[in-house]
């Protein structure tokens, strides 16, 4: 029997991101079931990870809601990480994935197989709370409800 990827047991032992900066409305976003991402309103450019100008215009960029769908661009497996809490997770999807509004985000997949990943694959973002008021956006195939 193949194993479901999914985020370990003991999400709130993963290393907590940069929740300052430029990265505070992020992570306020995920805490609010939200999935932002910043948009020049000077030339229009979406990018991700969030960063204090735009990379096309030097413009102050604004936090706008993604819809929370994409496409699995690629993916390794993880197969050996010997440092708690990713030990646990053995096998894990490492993926690039596409959202729609044209931006790309390094993630994680879960519920599916490892045989199920397919590049090009449509995903929904689910969003998990890892510890209060800290959520973390995995993928999850699109197709499973």
Do not use: H
Not at 111 to 131: H, N, S, Y
């Amino acid at each position: 029997m193949t194993r479901q990827l999914d985020a370990p047991a003991d999400i709130g032992r993963l290393p907590k991101a940069e929740i300052d900066g430029e990265w505070r409305a992020f992570w306020e976003g995920t805490a609010r079931g939200e999935l932002l991402i910043q948009r020049c309103p000077a030339c229009g450019r979406r990018q991700f990870y969030p960063r204090a100008l735009c990379v096309a215009c030097g413009a102050e960029p604004e936090m706008v809601p993604a819809c929370g769908r994409g496409t699995l661009y690629t993916y390794s497996i993880i197969r050996q990480n010997l440092v708690p809490p990713f030990a646990d997770m053995v096998p894990y999807a490492l993926a690039m994935v596409d959202l729609e509004e044209g931006v790309r985000m390094m993630t994680n997949v879960i519920g599916c197989t490892i045989e199920d990943l397919k590049i090009g694959m449509p995903l929904r973002v689910e969003m998990r709370q890892a510890d209060e008021g800290y959520w973390i956006p995995y993928w999850r195939p699109a197709s499973d409800g």
